[in-house]
T-cell receptor
């Protein structure tokens, strides 16, 4: 199947700093990528839909100024958590869809810990 | 509102068969997905059903009844590595995925 790579897998940062997470589609072009966060023992929560060449579409309740998403190319989307706080600590996962069938391929996930 | 229901946790024995149910109420339907997620890892795709009936893929099968808003994932010949969470997700009329909370499957020797 298609491969989506996410980097970094683990990141620890101080409160107030910004963290960038990259999501790359390695063997296909992804016009749309999705960003999720997942708290322990909970399901995935869609944060935003990232569209190449245009602004991301954020879900209700997600602060677009805090979670900056850039989809600069057909193979790369980035999520930047700005001015991170301990409550931003979570598992962040990206995914990309292939074709119109809706099958999603997920990155490995990035575990963010804000001290 | 939109709702996906699946059991929180199930326990089964190695070598046995287990069925994980999922019921849904969504605005429109464009397919139902099952994903497997091991602790601390991202989900991996298992199956996609858009028509009624049973789809078999090796030890895993997925069933869909659109009229009943119901699906199940059937796992046969359970192995210890099948211990994971199983997520049911439905694509609604806007092609948005609505996620269930997941079923944690515990396999015992």
């Amino acid at each position: 199947g298609a491969v989506v790579s996410q980097h970094p897998s683990w990141v620890i940062c101080k409160s107030g700093t910004s963290v960038k997470i990259e999501c790359r589609s390695l063997d296909f072009q992804a016009t749309t990528m999705f960003w999720y966060r997942q708290f322990p023992k909970q399901s995935l929560m869609l944060m935003a839909t990232s569209n190449e060449g245009s602004k991301a579409t954020y879900e209700q309740g997600v602060e677009k100024d805090k979670f900056l998403i850039n989809h600069a190319s057909l193979t790369l989307s980035t999520l930047t958590v700005t001015s991170a706080h301990p409550e931003d600590s979570s598992f962040y996962i990206c995914s990309a869809s292939v074709g119109d069938a809706g099958e999603l391929f997920f990155g490995e996930g990035s575990r963010l810990t804000v001290l | 509102g939109q709702n996906i229901d699946q059991p929180t946790e199930m326990t089964a024995t190695e070598g046995a068969i287990v069925q994980i149910n999922c019921t849904y109420q969504t605005s429109g339907f464009n397919g139902l997905f099952w994903y497997q997620q091991h602790a601390g890892e991202a989900p991996t795709f298992l199956s996609y059903n858009v028509l009624d009936g049973l789809e078999e893929k090796g030890r895993f099968s997925s069933f869909l009844s659109r009229s009943k808003g119901y699906s199940y994932l059937l796992l046969k010949e359970l192995q210890m590595k099948d211990s994971a969470s199983y997520l049911c997700a439905v694509m609604d009329s806007n092609y948005q995925l609505i996620w269930g909370a997941g079923t944690k499957l515990i396999i015992k020797p």
